[in-house]
């Protein structure tokens, strides 16, 4: 079974700074990664694909990397509206995946 | 443009089943690939599985096999996910999610369908 680990679980950070998450797959997936944000009451919004693809209409500072397991999201300079919960999730062999998510709060 | 639009909030009793619809308009319905996503209440998102509206196949995460069942009608652009035998862990948002073109993400969502299971 493909277990993926997403870290930290909460990450308290102030505006403007760089915001780096991770998640890890026990396997490799190759580029089959994608990144979400999901803000209180709303649905989740797709901000990455295939590992670093950035979806329409998603701001520049987001930016995504790796392949095989370990996968980053990057925010360059973190905006208020970027207070979220992100998710990675992963595809194998007719299977998604969501990692547990990851909170970031303001400091 | 592309929307997704669920059926409005329900509330079941344990063992009853509810049908949640996911009505899509603004692209060729019989394209992408529509999935299901649980949110049970402060926790993160559970994939539950999928249909083809061309086709009609389905493939069910393991964790749902035998309780899910996902159905379409091409001639309304609406899936829907039937969820059998509920019982208070089934509380949650239930969404429907369209598969990105080329990829294997979600690049548009439903609003989301809150069922609450209580006696």
């Known amino acids: 079974e493909l277990v993926m680990t997403q870290s930290p679980a909460t990450l308290s950070v102030s505006p403007g700074d760089r915001v780096t998450l991770s998640c890890r797959a026990s396997q490799s997936v190759g580029s089959n990664l994608a990144w979400y944000q999901q803000r209180p009451g709303q649905a989740p919004r797709l901000l990455i694909y295939a590992a670093s693809t950035r979806a329409t209409g998603i701001p520049a500072r987001f930016s995504g990397s790796g392949s095989g397991t370990d996968f980053t999201l990057t925010i360059s300079s973190l905006q208020s509206e970027d207070f979220a919960v992100y998710y990675c999730q992963l595809y194998n062999n007719w299977s998604w995946t969501f990692g547990q998510g990851t909170k970031v709060e303001i400091k | 443009q592309v929307q997704l639009v669920q059926s409005g909030a329900e509330v079941k009793k344990p063992g009853a089943s509810v049908k949640v619809s996911c009505k899509a308009s603004?692209?060729?319905?019989?394209?992408?690939?529509i999935h299901w996503v649980r949110q049970a209440p402060g926790q993160g998102l559970d994939w539950m599985g999928l249909?083809?509206?061309?086709?009609?196949?389905?493939t069910y995460a393991q964790k749902f096999q035998g309780r899910v069942t996902m159905t379409m009608d091409t001639s309304t652009s609406t899936v829907y996910m039937e969820l059998n035998n509920l019982r208070s862990e089934d509380t949650g948002v239930y969404y429907c999610?369209?598969?990105?073109?080329?990829?294997?993400?979600?690049?548009?969502w439903g609003q989301g369908t809150l069922v609450t299971v209580s006696s």
């Open positions: 999610a369209r598969v990105i073109y080329g990829d294997y993400a979600f690049d548009y």
């Open positions: 249909i083809s509206p061309r086709s009609g196949s389905t």
């Open positions: 603004g692209y060729m319905f019989t394209i992408y690939y």
